[in-house]
């Protein structure tokens, strides 16, 4: 992507000729149009506004000083008016801008701005900007949409800002060719594409989108039509330099793969990659919700065509180093396209190396396109990895990956109806494999909580009893593990799947160690090899264990999946569960999945969680004293109530010290029975 922005390096727009204005004072700017703004801006240092308005731009702004706009308190929008972009900042220039509203930018790179030095953005708000590729002319590929309202290749900073419905869209290819029909343009960054260094903190992004370009179709029949532009990261996509992402919220953002044109055979439709975040050269990104954002690769409308893939619904991590710390993803959707289409990866996908640390994979899904009567293939596309998509070196630890889904395409009628019906010409449904974790890769998975996630296969079409295609398959409701994979598993949940005909299906190699194999609904709980490094426990005979510390065929009375402390939901172990006390102290991680010490009892518990219970001591004169275990350093209160039903009484607070271990002493304040609970951070 980085050959496609030199052509913009030495097309800065030089200011307009200004005559000197009296509404500029000691950096004060109390006429709010845009003469007084561009001589101010000349003059450069701090300029505050005392005025509030909308300032429409007849060109783009060029900083080539140091400027720092202030409108704090004020209500003051800069806008483009949908035909230019509002800021180019040179290099080594800086522009800091605070309570700015920029809105209506307008340009192939970068709508709002292209920074070429250094930024600084604070409570400002980026709204309806376009960075919109060239529509080719004939024979030639249509341009690409680079970075909605910012592209970066200085420095950027943001924080508290608000960026929506900006869009990244590639230009349409040319039409004309006979032999050489133009591709779609690609889509990079619905709001922001950084190529340098980019610290985003506390912002939102809200309704961004990345779309890549439809291509043309050649003139000669039986020709091939162009490919359809590749869109990635429909708020925020990263090239060149690892960008860190802290405390955001993006929402409801989304990528959409070009469309494949053409007579009869064409090159793939465009693929979508991150519905909220690409990253194609490293990621740092901490405390972030990513929720409902979706990607859904491109259609394709030929005979013989392949539509495009859907790779991320949230994130999709390509290349480089990657690290995701406390971070939700709620919601997201990955849809492949009809006639080849695959899903991969519903919340996550993963073809770096990337480590995810006390996260939380929930609600999302991977489905499937339905199936297509232009191509070659005899099924719909397959849902794959409803949570997580691994496809090279993914570490997990202290996270949880529960009700996510993978689906499979619907199938159709191939034949258009065909009289009388033509059976053999019915397209199957696509596959649903891997509803929480599809692993091709490297996977290491420690003190996780795998539970409630489901597989379901793509529906057939049926015409009649008899007549029609077939449903799709299904296999690993919790993990599918593909033929030549590596997983290692350990201290891990794996509970209440549903769809697949075993929990855990594994092709590959896959070690498991201090693992809980639970309550599968519907299923077994295992089918494949397995390396079985003891201390497992299955509730059903399915695993082959080897160990003799491994068990199956056992009740492992675990609790619901519910907050149990820490940052991700989890499935506590009954005090009589044979997971307690089980484990072996010298393979147990420090911690359990919610930061609590092992051990905690006699042993280290087996599973993501030890089990940590409120034990009572009462003394003769009355007097009671309380223990419990949770995660060092956070604060636990105990509270108090003659019986169930009446108001709980406040008694004290404690921090749990390092050994996760609370202390509570308490002096009766009623006579007769009471009840004592502790809640947790």
């Not at 000691?26 to 001589?39: F, I, P, Q, V, W």
């Not at 308190?73 to 509203?101: C, W, Y």
């Not at 708020?235 to 060149?240: D, P």
């Amino acid at each position: 992507m980085r050959t496609k922005l030199n052509r913009f390096r030495n097309t800065l727009v030089s200011p307009i000729a200004l005559a000197a204005v009296t509404s500029v004072h000691a950096g004060t700017l109390t006429n709010c149009d845009e003469t007084s703004l561009r001589t101010a801006i000349i003059q450069g240092g701090v300029i505050t506004f005392a005025c509030d308005g909308v300032i429409g731009l007849t060109s783009s702004i060029v900083i080539t000083n140091d400027v720092k706009l202030d409108a704090g308190g004020r209500d003051v929008t800069l806008s483009g008016g949908g035909t230019n972009r509002i800021f180019t900042i040179s290099p080594g220039a800086r522009l800091v801008a605070t309570a700015l509203k920029l809105a209506d930018g307008y340009a192939e790179s970068g709508g709002a701005m292209h920074n070429l030095g250094t930024v600084i953005l604070q409570a400002c708000e980026l709204r309806n900007h376009q960075a919109v590729g060239t529509n080719a002319s004939a024979y030639m590929n249509g341009g690409t949409g680079l970075g909605g309202a910012v592209v970066n290749e200085g420095l950027f900073k943001a924080s508290s800002c608000i960026f929506s419905n900006n869009i990244a869209q590639g230009g349409q290819g040319g039409g004309g060719g006979v032999w050489f029909p133009g591709n779609g343009g690609d889509a990079d960054g619905g709001a922001v594409l950084s190529y340098g260094e980019c610290y985003l903190t506390n912002c939102v992004f809200v309704g961004n989108t990345a779309a890549g370009g439809d291509s043309s179709q050649s003139l000669g029949i039986g020709n091939p039509g162009g490919s359809g532009g590749t869109a990635r990261g429909g708020a925020i996509a990263v090239s060149s330099n690892r960008a860190t992402i802290v405390g955001c919220r993006l929402i409801r953002n989304r990528t959409t793969g070009g469309i494949a044109n053409g007579f009869k055979y064409a090159n793939p439709a465009g693929s979508a990659f991150g519905g909220a975040v690409y990253s194609g050269s490293g990621l740092f990104i901490v405390d972030c919700d990513i929720e409902e954002n979706s990607a859904t690769g491109g259609e394709s409308r030929v005979q013989s065509g392949s539509g495009g893939a859907a790779f991320g619904g949230g994130l999709a991590c390509v290349a480089g180093t990657n690290s995701v710390t406390d971070c939700r993803l709620f919601g997201n959707l990955a849809t492949g396209a009809q006639d080849w289409g695959p899903a991969r990866g519903g919340g996550l996908y993963n073809a770096t190396t990337t480590t995810v640390s006390r996260s939380s994979f929930l609600t999302n899904s991977a489905v499937g396109g339905r199936a297509g009567r232009t191509g070659s293939s005899t099924k719909a596309p397959d849902g794959i990895g409803g949570g997580i998509f691994n496809q090279r070196n993914l570490v997990l630890q202290q996270s949880t990956v529960a009700y996510n889904r993978a689906q499979g395409g619907n199938g159709i009628d191939g034949c258009g109806g065909c009289s009388p019906p033509a059976t053999q010409l019915y397209l199957n449904g696509g596959d649903g494999n891997g509803g929480g974790i599809f692993n091709e890769g490297a996977l290491r998975a420690t003190n996780i909580t795998i539970a409630a996630n489901e597989t379901v296969p793509g529906p057939a079409y049926v015409v009649s009893p008899g007549v029609g295609g077939l449903s799709g398959t299904t296999a690993g409701s919790a993990i599918f593990n593909q033929t030549n994979a590596v997983a290692q598993i350990a201290f891990t949940t794996i509970a209440g799947n549903t769809g697949a005909a075993t929990a855990v299906r594994t092709l590959g190699s896959l070690q498991a160690k201090g693992t809980i194999f639970s309550a599968s609904l519907q299923s077994s709980n295992y089918s494949g090899a397995i390396d079985d490094a003891g201390y497992n426990l299955s509730s059903d005979l399915s695993p082959n264990f080897t160990a003799p510390t491994s068990q199956k065929g056992i009740d492992l009375k675990l609790g619901p999946l519910a907050h149990n402390g820490g940052p991700t939901l989890t499935m506590s172990p009954r005090s009589d569960s044979p997971a307690v006390d089980a484990g072996n102290d010298s393979a147990a991680p420090l911690t359990d999945q919610r930061g609590v010490p092992r051990p905690q009892g006699a042993r280290s518990d087996i599973g993501a969680v030890e089990a940590t219970f409120l034990t009572i001591q009462r003394f003769a004169n009355g007097n009671v004293q309380l223990r419990y275990a949770g995660i060092p350093g956070s604060d636990y209160s105990i509270e108090e109530t003659p019986a169930f039903g009446q108001a709980w009484s406040p008694l004290e607070t404690k921090s749990a010290g390092t050994n996760g271990r609370i202390e509570f002493s308490n002096q009766p304040t009623s006579q007769g029975p009471r009840l004592f609970r502790v809640k947790s951070p």
